[in-house]
Structure formats: structure tokens, C-alpha cells
């Protein structure tokens, strides 16, 4: 049977449900009193003269109180971080000062409809906000406690409730305190709070969200999933898994790439932290989060089976708040909207027990912002810049998606097309009140640009608005890709569609990479979608999200789709301004202080990022604060006693030292040494002479943008002339590590290709092909290798030349070319076309190996593969190679390596015959595990040089 203090959850009555506390439900004569007193603190004296701050000269009525605002977000704080609260009665503090608001506040809420509750990092954020003097704030100090009052009793809200009343209790019998509340500025106020008032380990426990440091929040949330996953593994006797590896898939579930410091802190302690690691490393690969949804699920219905269903809120309210501190490790959590089960679960429970609600009235045309869409945050704060991660999401929509969208750094032609949609929708609830009722418009969407431009937060906000306006049912948000849309094998495809609709109903389905469906079993998936949404045109929409060009091809190729998706949205990249406008977001919303010249420093760093296809915009600022994080970790810890000051700090010397094509995709950038890379080149005198000189004036060239002066128009590209593995490709990637270090090119990338890779077997494929490849390489160098093949004016090799000196000027200062073969056929081809030789005015000549170089690099690779060479090897080696040095195409450093490769596989045959090898044995190379020619080469000589 379902508990008794569980089915009141389906009656329909309103009830306060917060996950893993009891309901507690919300009586007509409570609600009445709650109401009286907060019509009382409004009539308080002494505010008349304070403005409404934020957004609540919007949300409430002209004349409100300030006090009344104050109220509401004293309520709100009440709510544990990050708490799933569900039903009609997740609008509580709405209800509670419903008299004040400027629109209508309804219990008309659908049992399985949540949100999160998400309470300020500071308590005393109307400080902030307000503009008091001394005597208004010892006023409101006395107000506050009688706010709070307002819930007493209200059992989910209990424990954070006592300790704010008893800490209001020593202000107000502590005049020291109370002073403090009426002098200090409102930043030394909160320190007050964090280190003495609500300094004990319960009240940390309580208000993890205070505290700087993110593991006050995590530590005891694993401790609340550890017990709820014991009780439910008891319940059940089953255990699918250790909780181990429950947190690897948590990580894996909410797009971690790797395990983050901090678990060994929980009560996993560091024995449980590897295991965690073990089974991440284990379970690497393509992450089915629709699975991951579906298998915890199942497991949860379980649960109910056998009676454990407090346990099973429990673990789903423990789960979010986890995953959401893992996600945003080392920085405060970030919702993890991949784990959002809470809705399906809410129904499967219902559905156990056959509870049926009381009947639900028609929604009208417009509801309140606050009331039938999520509760609003507290006023002060502010909507996240950028948008959110990749992996799929299913969230429920914002309070006020019109004003979260006006909020959004940048894409003011999307916000425009929206604003026109949500006029759309609001007309339409108008009509249809009125009794006019005209054809119902298409409403699924088609959204164009990067990873990273926002299109994600948009489709979340723009559910939220179809839910406002009555045009959903719920407005919840759930991205998928082709993996949870196509099935293996034929037959299995349309299943998963239909589920992945099923859903989405009453919200917005957001397919990323809609492009990849163009192909086999994804036409399949296109033809179901496209039937699932004639069948739920009233009650689903659907937005397909990809790169412009791409999209335009799945268009193209299914005229079906085009036209069911009246509109596209084009979200262009953030502008340098805009990407900074987000660092500066995410660092204050993470903590930190960013100085101006750091913000200098980023911002320099940004304007060099790469704009080619994959650029990351907002998820490269996020990666460069990621790594900066990372970096000033390491400053801080060397540090003796660091202030709180410098723990928030972020300066210049931790930007990473290079900016890469990874970090403008969202990823990693790895610290290279490029210079010492090419100091440690065998031979190349001449070559590492000129390369360093190339170095030297990229540093001046970057020292004298420090000093004001105009940058100089500089030529970069270059021609190197030489035999195969002679060290080309190496040094061309080494100069552009050098010049992504000195910020000269973003990404640093080098892109090699070939004849085959530019030129196309048609007429007018050529081009395409040529500017595709660029595209790639902007950020880099390009490196065309033998390109003198191109060299053919019966062919396509002048359309590729064309195409690529025409590139090569729309680019300067993203791309170095680099151009590569035999010096008398590079001389032919550069002779050939005269825009060539004026475009490359370096020329690098790469002479082959001397005997004793390879020598030197057939002994470099064996030492850097642990190897030890007997005495008298080398000279072997040299007679090896040097039957070839006089053909044409000597192979140079390929021969040497293809002499060692060669050599440890005869290696492998000896000493896998010994009996019992020892590892000398095993790391030594001899005379006689050299081959006697080197094979697979087709200019060697017959006779036995050895």
C-alpha cells in the first residue's frame, strides 16, 4: 500500500512536496493566515520610500510593500539547494503573498509537474540590492524573524527554519551583532554570516550553498544517496551495482570527462574514490543517457513494488543534488537536467496504485509566470549567460522565460523572432477565449548555428513560454541525438522515436545534429518523427538544431520537412565582447573576482579563438575559466595562509599558456614547449636557424601590439623543400605551436592533406572541397605535402590553387600555409604560377640526414621506447640505411624508423624463445635482432649489406 502521507499527493488538494521529506499539505485556514501576516509585515512603517528591486516593479502590483518581496524570498530560502519540489503546491511562496502578485497565482498544477528550488549563495542579498540606512536595517533585522514565522510549523521547511530564527534570536540579543547589521556594508555582512553566525557544522550541513567551497554541498549529499541506495538495495533484495559504480554513471550522466577531486572527502573515502575511477575508466565511450533514464527508472518502480518509496524520493532528490555538484566541480553545482526522472517517476507511482487526482480544470489562455510556470528565483539573481552543456536535458521551464530570454548575452535577431512567437501564442489564448479559433500555425523550429550559440537555453525558454500562454501542457525540455533516435538494426528505429516522443509530449523535443538523420536507418527516424508529430500537433513541437549549411541539406533532401518547419532561427557566434560578457558571468557566478587586466588578457584570448565549423563559443569560455580554475588552484595552494581575497582572485598568470583549437571547441589544451621541441631536433642546423629567427619576430610582433603600435602585415606562409622524413611535417607543427603560444593563431592546429584531399573528381567540386578543408585548418597551419601535384592545368589543380590563394587572403592572420615536396618539382610549380611565389616568401630547405644523424634518431627512438642498444649497433643501423641515400625519395628519418621497428619485431621472436627472460633481456636491442635489409622497400639492392 502507498503510505498514508503519501497519497494525499494525488487527491489533488494542495500539498507542499519537497523529495525526501514527508508532504505536508497546505489547509485553506493555513493558507488564510499565512496570507494575514504577510498583509501585516506589509503594513509596516518605515519602507514607503524603498523601490521594489529586480523584477518586482513586474511581478507585483503598483504600492506593493517592499517587505512583501523581502517576504517571498525569506520563504524561498527555507528551500534546501537544489530541492525537487513537485505538484500544486510547488508554487507555495507565490500562494503565500498571491494578494501582491501581478498576475494571478493558481494550485491548477498538474501532480507531475516540479522544479528546483535554487536559494540565493547569501541570505542577506536585499542588502544588496536595497539602499537603506542604518535605522532601516536594524527595522528589517526585526522584521525578518517574523517573516520567517510565517513558516513555522510547515514540517519540509523545518530544519533550515530553526536555524534562521535562532540565529535572528542572537542578533537581536547581541548588540554587537546587531550593530553589524546596521553599519557593515552588505559583502562584510555575509562574511559575518559565513564565519561566526552560522559557522557550526549543522548549520553547514544546512546551508551548503554559503560556503566557497563546493564540497560542503557534495559531502553530505553522497551521504543521502549512500543510504537511500542501501535502502532501496535492501527493499529489494537486489543491488544492480555498487554505489561506486552508481557514481561513475552519474559522472558519465551528466558529461563529465573526467572523475573530479573531492569524492575521496565523501564517506567513500579514497579506497571508494578509485573504485569510482575504476568503473569510469571501465565504462568510457557514447553515454545512452536515455538509457541510464530508463534503467534507474525501472529500478525505482522496483522500489515502490516493495514498499521502499520514501526511500526512492529520497535517492532521486539525493541524485540531483549530487550530480549537480559533480557537474560543477571545482566551481559551485550547476543543475544537471540529464538525471530528470522526477515526472515519469511521479506517474509510474501513480499508476502503481491506481490514485486518481480530483479532475483538472482546462488551463486558460494565460497563466501566471509565476504560478503555472516555475517558481521564480529570488529577484536578484541572474539567468546564466551562456548556454548550457551539451547531453540531454529535460527541465522544467523558467518563471519568466520573456524576461530570462531578454537576460541572454547577444542574439538579439533570435529574441526578436521569439518575442514574435510568444505575441503569437498569446493572441491565440486571446481568440480562443473570444471563441475565434483559426487554423492552429506550425510551430516546430529549425536552429542554425555553433555548438555553444545558445540554442539549447533557447528551446528551454521558448517551452517555457508555449507553457505560459497554454500553447503546452508542461513545457519540459528533452534533447536528444541520433543515437537516441536510430536503432541498430531496421525495425528498431521507429520504437525508439515513439519513446523519445512519448517523452517530450506536452514540451519541446530538441534534436541536435538533425543533419546526421540524412543517411540509412536516420530516414527511418524522420519518417516516424514527422507522423509522431501530425499525431500530437497539439500537445508537442519540435526543434531541429545544426550547422546552417548541413541543415540545408537534410532540407533539401526531404521536402516533408520543410514543410513542416516554418521557421528557422539563426544563432550566429558571440561577438569578442559578448564571449567576455559571459566569462565575466560564469567567473562571478563561480566566485571569483576577475581583475581588469585579466579581463584584458581574456579578452585577447577570446578575439584569437578560431571561428572555423565546431568553434565552441560559449562552451570555450567556459573551458578557458575551467583551465584558469585549474591553474589558479595550484597558485593559491603554493601560497602560505591565503586570504579569502586571494582564493577568489584570478590574475593574469593563470591563463593557460596557449589558447588551442581544443579549448575553442570546449576541451582541453594541453601545455606544449614548441621551442624546445625544435631544439631537440636531430640535425636541421640551418632550418632551426631560421625557424627560431620566424619565432623572434612573431614575440617582437606580439611585443609591439603591448606597446600600441599597428600590427605589421606579415606574410606567414611558407614553402619547405626536401627529400621524405626529412622533419617537414614536424617543424611545420612545431612552428605552429609557436605561434599559437604567442597568440598569432588560435588554435595552433596543423591540418596535412594532399592533391587527393583538395581536388575533386567533377567539375565544381573542386572549389567546395578546397574551402572545406580551410575551414578546418583557420587557427593553423594547413600543410599541403608533395603539393607540387598540383601542377596540372589539365586537370583541377589550377581551380584548387585559385581557390586556396583566394582563401589565403580572405584568412590572414588565421592560417598559416604551408606547402611541401622535392625542390626541382617545387621550383616547377612555384615558377608555374607567379601569385604563388609572392604569397610564399620563405623558403625552407631540409637537406638529408648526415650517417651519424640517423644514427642519432635510430638511438632517440629506441631510449624514448625504453630500449638499450649493445655496443657497436649503430654503424649496423648506418649500413642499413645507406644503400638508399642515392635513390630518389631517400627516405631519410623513415628509414631509421622503419630499421627500429623492424628490429624490435625480431627482438619479440628471441626473446619470447627464452625460458624466463629478465627484464634486461626484454629492454635490450642486439646485433643480431637486426634484419639483414630492411623489407617492404622496393629501391633496396639484393645483396647483403652486412
Not at 600600441?708 to 607543427?733: C, Q, Y
Request: net charge negative; charged share 25%.
Amino acid at each position: 500500500m502507498l503510505p498514508d502521507e503519501l497519497k494525499v499527493l494525488f487527491t489533488g488538494e494542495p500539498v507542499l512536496h519537497v523529495f525526501g521529506r514527508d508532504p505536508w499539505p497546505i489547509s485553506a485556514d493555513w493558507l488564510a493566515g499565512a496570507q494575514a501576516q504577510v498583509a501585516e509585515i506589509a503594513r509596516e512603517p518605515g519602507f514607503a520610500d524603498v523601490p521594489l528591486w529586480g523584477s518586482g516593479e513586474k511581478n507585483y502590483v503598483p504600492g506593493t510593500s517592499v517587505l512583501v518581496q523581502i517576504a517571498y524570498n525569506a520563504l524561498y530560502d527555507l528551500f534546501p539547494p537544489l530541492s525537487i519540489v513537485a505538484g500544486n503546491g510547488r508554487a507555495f511562496a507565490e500562494l503565500v503573498v498571491r494578494e501582491y502578485r501581478a498576475e494571478p497565482v493558481s494550485l491548477e498544477l498538474a501532480y507531475d509537474s516540479w522544479l528546483t528550488r535554487i536559494p540565493a549563495a547569501d541570505l542577506l542579498y536585499y542588502f544588496k540590492q536595497l539602499s537603506l540606512d542604518p535605522e532601516q536595517r536594524e527595522k528589517l533585522v526585526t522584521l525578518l524573524p517574523k517573516m520567517l514565522r510565517i513558516a513555522d510549523g510547515v514540517t519540509p521547511l523545518q530544519p533550515r527554519y530553526r536555524v534562521l530564527t535562532t540565529a535572528y534570536e542572537r542578533i537581536l540579543a547581541e548588540p554587537r551583532l546587531l550593530a553589524a547589521h546596521r553599519e557593515l556594508a552588505p559583502k562584510a555582512l555575509t562574511q559575518l554570516w559565513r564565519d561566526e553566525i552560522l559557522a557550526g557544522d549543522e548549520d553547514r550541513d544546512l546551508f551548503p550553498e554559503l560556503s566557497s567551497n563546493p564540497l560542503r554541498m557534495m559531502v553530505p549529499a553522497v551521504g543521502r544517496l549512500a543510504t537511500a541506495y542501501e535502502q532501496i538495495a535492501e527493499a529489494t533484495a537486489e543491488s544492480e551495482h555498487s554505489l561506486a559504480a552508481e557514481l561513475a554513471a552519474l559522472l558519465h550522466q551528466v558529461g563529465r570527462d573526467e572523475v573530479p577531486a573531492g569524492l575521496s572527502f565523501t564517506e567513500l573515502g579514497t579506497e571508494g574514490s578509485a573504485e569510482v575511477q575504476q568503473h569510469f575508466d571501465a565504462t568510457a565511450g557514447p553515454v545512452d543517457r536515455a538509457g541510464y533514464r530508463r534503467k534507474r527508472r525501472d529500478w525505482l518502480a522496483r522500489a515502490v513494488e516493495f514498499g521502499a518509496v520514501q526511500p526512492a524520493f529520497a535517492w532521486l532528490a539525493a541524485t540531483y543534488e549530487v550530480g549537480a555538484c559533480l557537474k560543477g566541480l571545482p566551481g559551485r553545482a550547476q543543475e544537471s537536467g540529464e538525471l530528470n526522472m522526477v515526472s515519469q517517476f511521479l506517474r509510474d507511482l501513480k499508476n502503481a496504485y491506481d490514485v486518481r487526482p480530483a479532475p483538472r480544470r482546462a488551463p486558460a489562455p494565460a497563466v501566471s509566470s509565476a504560478g503555472d510556470a516555475e517558481a521564480p528565483p529570488p529577484e536578484d539573481e541572474e539567468t546564466p549567460a551562456t548556454a548550457p552543456a551539451k547531453p540531454v536535458v529535460k527541465a522544467e521551464a523558467p518563471s519568466d522565460p520573456e524576461r530570462d530570454l531578454e537576460q541572454l548575452i547577444g542574439l538579439r535577431q533570435v529574441k526578436q523572432q521569439i518575442a514574435e512567437l510568444a505575441a503569437e501564442a498569446k493572441v491565440a489564448g486571446l481568440r480562443a477565449s473570444a471563441g475565434v479559433r483559426p487554423p492552429a500555425p506550425s510551430r516546430h523550429l529549425i536552429c542554425v548555428g555553433h555548438p555553444g550559440t545558445g540554442k539549447t537555453t533557447v528551446a528551454r525558454l521558448l517551452g517555457g513560454l508555449y507553457k505560459k500562454y497554454g500553447v503546452l501542457s508542461s513545457g519540459h525540455l528533452v534533447e536528444v541525438g541520433r543515437a537516441d533516435l536510430v536503432g541498430e538494426f531496421t525495425g528498431k528505429t521507429a520504437p525508439k522515436v515513439e519513446r523519445v516522443v512519448e517523452e517530450a509530449l506536452g514540451g519541446v523535443l530538441f534534436v541536435d545534429e538533425a543533419y546526421t538523420l540524412k543517411t540509412d536507418l536516420g530516414q527511418e527516424a524522420l519518417a516516424t518523427l514527422m507522423a509522431e508529430m501530425e499525431n500530437h500537433r497539439d500537445d508537442l513541437i519540435v526543434l531541429m538544431a545544426g550547422y546552417p549549411d548541413e541543415m540545408a541539406n537534410l532540407l533539401d533532401s526531404n521536402p516533408g520537412l520543410r514543410s513542416r518547419f516554418a521557421r528557422t532561427l539563426e544563432f550566429p557566434d558571440y561577438t569578442d565582447a559578448e564571449l567576455l560578457e559571459i566569462f565575466r558571468a560564469l567567473a562571478a557566478d563561480s566566485g571569483f573576482d576577475v581583475a581588469d587586466e585579466t579581463a584584458e588578457r581574456v579578452t585577447t584570448t577570446l578575439h584569437r579563438l578560431p571561428r572555423a565549423p565546431g568553434f565552441g563559443n560559449g562552451r570555450a569560455v567556459r573551458s578557458l575559466l575551467e583551465q584558469m580554475s585549474a591553474r589558479q588552484a595550484v597558485r593559491v595552494a603554493g601560497l602560505t595562509d591565503p586570504t579569502p581575497e586571494q582564493v577568489r582572485r584570478l590574475l593574469v598568470e593563470d591563463l593557460p599558456p596557449v589558447s588551442g583549437s581544443a579549448l575553442a571547441g570546449g576541451g582541453a589544451v594541453p601545455v606544449l614547449e614548441p621551442e624546445a621541441q625544435l631544439e631537440r631536433l636531430v640535425g636541421l642546423t640551418e632550418v632551426k636557424k631560421i625557424a627560431r629567427d620566424l619565432a623572434a619576430e612573431a614575440k617582437a610582433e606580439v611585443l609591439r601590439g603591448r606597446a600600441g603600435m599597428p600590427p605589421t602585415d606579415l606574410t606567414r606562409h611558407m614553402v619547405f623543400l626536401g627529400n621524405p622524413g626529412t622533419g617537414k611535417t614536424t617543424v611545420a607543427r612545431i612552428l605552429a605551436g609557436v605561434y599559437r603560444d604567442l597568440g598569432l593563431l588560435g588554435g595552433g592546429q596543423l591540418i596535412e592533406v594532399t592533391r587527393t584531399d583538395l581536388i575533386a573528381q567533377y567539375l565544381g567540386q573542386t572549389a567546395p572541397k578546397v574551402r572545406k578543408v580551410v575551414e578546418r585548418a583557420l587557427g593553423g597551419v594547413l600543410f599541403i605535402d608533395e603539393a607540387y601535384a598540383l601542377n596540372d592545368v589539365h586537370s583541377y589543380g589550377a581551380e584548387a590553387i585559385a581557390t586556396l590563394v583566394q582563401a589565403m587572403e580572405e584568412h590572414r592572420g588565421e592560417l598559416v600555409v604551408v606547402m611541401a615536396g622535392y625542390e626541382r618539382e617545387m621550383q616547377s610549380l612555384l615558377n608555374a604560377n607567379a601569385g604563388l611565389r609572392s604569397r610564399f616568401p620563405t623558403t625552407l630547405t631540409f637537406p638529408d640526414y648526415s650517417r651519424t644523424e640517423l644514427q642519432q634518431i635510430y638511438s632517440g627512438l629506441a631510449t624514448a621506447a625504453g630500449y638499450t642498444l649493445e655496443d657497436g649497433m649503430l654503424p649496423r643501423v648506418s649500413a642499413l640505411i645507406e644503400p638508399f641515400r642515392n635513390h630518389e625519395g631517400f627516405g631519410n628519418g623513415r628509414l631509421a624508423r622503419t630499421a627500429f621497428e623492424q628490429t624490435i619485431l625480431r627482438q619479440a621472436t628471441r626473446i619470447t624463445g627464452l625460458s624466463d627472460p629478465t627484464p634486461e633481456q626484454v629492454r635490450s636491442l642486439v646485433k643480431a635482432d637486426l634484419p639483414s635489409r630492411l623489407s617492404g622497400r622496393s629501391e633496396a639492392p639484393d645483396a647483403n649489406y652486412l
